[in-house]
């Protein structure tokens, strides 16, 4: 479990929490994390072959960084020395690394365990790498973010990143057997209410071993019903600005494309639950509507607009039905992103004929000069034309024609390339005429 509770000086006789009673005492004992430290996990790995780098443990809160940091200097053998990235400034990695550079000299070896190391600044980050370098300092760090965003690419460079995974129901439920073994007896609780326990959890083993300590202390056996109302249901990890927020979005967005209605409400519901700003999320939907959708369903946009419009005028929690009223139209509208690869070829498309001008017979000609020099000359008013269409060229005169717009067999797309089909016929006969 994540080493939260030390209490250096503390008396061994001292009451301990049960999260610390129950850390790990060796890696093999460390829950929930075999593709690290199983047999062929990565990190085992390392740790046989004897060449251990600097390592940045990337993973949600509760699943065993600082317990492992802690038993890697153990089994290698490295003094253990833990700071907090929120506490520590300056002068304090000063000393860190004075201190580990007298504990070199006289043989010992540092592992420099780093929890939040993320929120270290660019300069402060920085600091580390020459005392990585010549081997004063083991760095382990620990973050909630993701290091590729959050941490500086020379530090990358010289650690690598490795990925702790939320605790599984099977393995907090071996966590909560652990638990009562230790305490001699079962949870109070009726096989449902453990199951809703375990769900209560989160894939958060602290958190899981907190609420067992509360419930360790009622004397019935309580009901799923009984022990919701006793314990505070925990609030589900998001925020805003990290990277919940951005993979929360991001299962929404791939919901919605993937015509999956309730898989997108579901994580419409997570995000709102989460706090999210409900105006985020109508702008980011309208976004799909015209990225994912586009014409294929011209009247997504419309919900779109109109349920933020709703959202506006009602505010929440009522404003936040029209959204999800949205999401479900956009989920089961037909799907087509033409229209978007459409823009990004003709993007592409005039960043590389960015300086060839119009042809002259599309140009207005308001002066006789311009009339002289041909502005407007042979162009063929549409309207006036067979079908009401010349089929003259309107790209610049040394570019070959584009075609960018290719509309899919769905929805109102459907149309839109028989349409597309039936001037590219004509075109081309006038083009032979």
Same mark, same amino acid.
């Given at each position: 479990?994540?080493?939260?509770?030390?209490q250096?000086?503390?008396?061994?006789?001292?009451p301990?929490?049960?999260?610390?009673?129950?850390?790990?005492a060796?890696l093999?004992?460390?829950?929930?994390?075999?593709?690290? @430290?199983?047999?062929?996990?990565?990190?085992?790995?390392?740790?046989?072959?004897?060449?251990?780098?600097?390592?940045v443990?990337?993973?949600?809160?509760?699943?065993?960084?600082?317990?492992?940091a802690?038993?890697?200097?153990?089994?290698?053998?490295?003094?253990?020395?833990?700071?907090?990235?929120?506490?520590?400034?300056?002068?304090? &990695?000063?000393?860190?690394?004075?201190?580990a550079?007298?504990?070199?000299?006289?043989?010992?070896?540092?592992?420099?365990?780093?929890?939040?190391?993320?929120?270290?600044?660019?300069?402060?980050?920085?600091?580390?790498?020459?005392?990585m370098?010549?081997?004063?300092?083991?760095?382990?760090?620990?973050?909630?973010?993701?290091?590729?965003?959050?941490?500086?690419a020379?530090?990358?460079?010289?650690?690598?990143?490795?990925?702790?995974?939320?605790?599984?129901?099977?393995?907090?439920?071996?966590?909560?057997?652990?638990?009562?073994?230790?305490?001699?007896?079962?949870?109070?609780?009726?096989p449902?209410? /453990?199951?809703?326990?375990?769900?209560?959890?989160?894939?958060?083993?602290?958190?899981?071993?907190?609420?067992?300590? +509360?419930?360790?202390?009622?004397?019935?056996?309580?009901?799923?019903?009984?022990?919701a109302?006793?314990?505070?249901?925990?609030?589900?990890?998001?925020?805003?600005?990290?990277?919940?927020?951005?993979?929360?979005?991001?299962? @929404?967005?791939?919901?919605?494309?993937?015509?999956?209605?309730?898989?997108?409400?579901?994580?419409?519901?997570?995000?709102?639950?989460?706090?999210?700003?409900?105006?985020?999320?109508?702008?980011?939907?309208?976004?799909?509507?015209v990225?994912?959708?586009? &014409?294929a369903?011209?009247?997504?946009?419309?919900?779109?607009?109109?349920?933020?419009?709703?959202?506006?005028?009602?505010?929440?929690?009522?404003?936040?039905?029209?959204?999800?009223?949205?999401?479900?139209?956009?989920?089961?509208?037909?799907?087509?992103?033409?229209?978007?690869?459409?823009?990004?070829?003709a993007?592409?498309?005039? /960043?590389?004929?960015g300086?060839?001008?119009?042809?002259?017979h599309? &140009?207005n000609?308001?002066?006789?000069?311009?009339?002289?020099?041909?502005?407007?000359?042979?162009?063929e008013?549409?309207?006036?034309?067979?079908?009401?269409?010349?089929? +003259?060229?309107?790209?610049?005169?040394?570019?070959?024609?584009?075609?960018?717009? &290719?509309?899919?067999e769905?929805?109102?797309?459907?149309? @839109?390339?028989?349409?597309?089909?039936?001037?590219?016929?004509?075109?081309?006969q006038?083009?032979?005429?």
């Amino acid at each position: 479990m994540a080493d939260l509770f030390d209490q250096p000086g503390a008396s061994s006789s001292a009451p301990r929490p049960l999260a610390d009673r129950l850390r790990p005492a060796k890696l093999a004992d460390v829950i929930g994390q075999a593709h690290l @430290l199983g047999k062929g996990g990565s990190l085992r790995t390392m740790l046989d072959g004897g060449n251990l780098p600097s390592l940045v443990f990337w993973g949600p809160p509760g699943v065993g960084k600082t317990t492992i940091a802690r038993l890697l200097a153990d089994e290698t053998d490295l003094h253990f020395v833990q700071i907090s990235a929120i506490f520590t400034g300056v002068p304090e &990695l000063r000393k860190v690394f004075e201190a580990a550079r007298i504990r070199r000299q006289n043989g010992k070896g540092t592992l420099l365990f780093v929890d939040e190391i993320h929120r270290f600044n660019k300069a402060q980050q920085d600091g580390f790498l020459p005392h990585m370098e010549d081997g004063t300092i083991l760095l382990v760090g620990a973050t909630t973010e993701n290091p590729s965003f959050e941490l500086n690419a020379a530090l990358l460079s010289r650690a690598q990143v490795l990925v702790l995974n939320r605790l599984e129901p099977k393995a907090l439920e071996q966590l909560a057997a652990r638990a009562e073994k230790d305490m001699g007896r079962a949870l109070p609780l009726k096989p449902e209410a /453990r199951s809703q326990l375990l769900d209560m959890a989160d894939g958060d083993g602290r958190a899981l071993l907190n609420l067992m300590e +509360q419930i360790f202390t009622w004397k019935d056996v309580a009901s799923p019903e009984e022990m919701a109302k006793r314990l505070a249901r925990r609030a589900a990890k998001y925020d805003k600005s990290g990277d919940e927020h951005y993979n929360l979005i991001s299962a @929404l967005h791939k919901s919605v494309r993937g015509s999956d209605p309730d898989a997108a409400l579901y994580w419409l519901a997570r995000m709102l639950t989460g706090g999210e700003d409900p105006r985020y999320l109508a702008r980011r939907i309208t976004r799909m509507a015209v990225e994912d959708i586009g &014409l294929a369903d011209p009247a997504a946009q419309r919900q779109c607009l109109d349920a933020w419009e709703t959202y506006e005028r009602l505010g929440s929690p009522e404003g936040e039905l029209a959204l999800a009223q949205a999401v479900l139209y956009l989920a089961l509208a037909p799907k087509s992103n033409a229209a978007y690869a459409a823009y990004k070829n003709a993007l592409a498309a005039a /960043r590389k004929f960015g300086s060839e001008p119009p042809p002259k017979h599309i &140009l207005n000609a308001p002066t006789g000069m311009m009339r002289d020099q041909g502005f407007g000359a042979g162009y063929e008013y549409d309207h006036d034309a067979e079908a009401g269409f010349s089929g +003259q060229n309107y790209f610049p005169e040394t570019m070959k024609r584009g075609i960018y717009y &290719l509309p899919v067999e769905r929805g109102h797309e459907r149309e @839109l390339k028989k349409r597309l089909d039936y001037f590219a016929k004509l075109r081309s006969q006038r083009n032979k005429g």
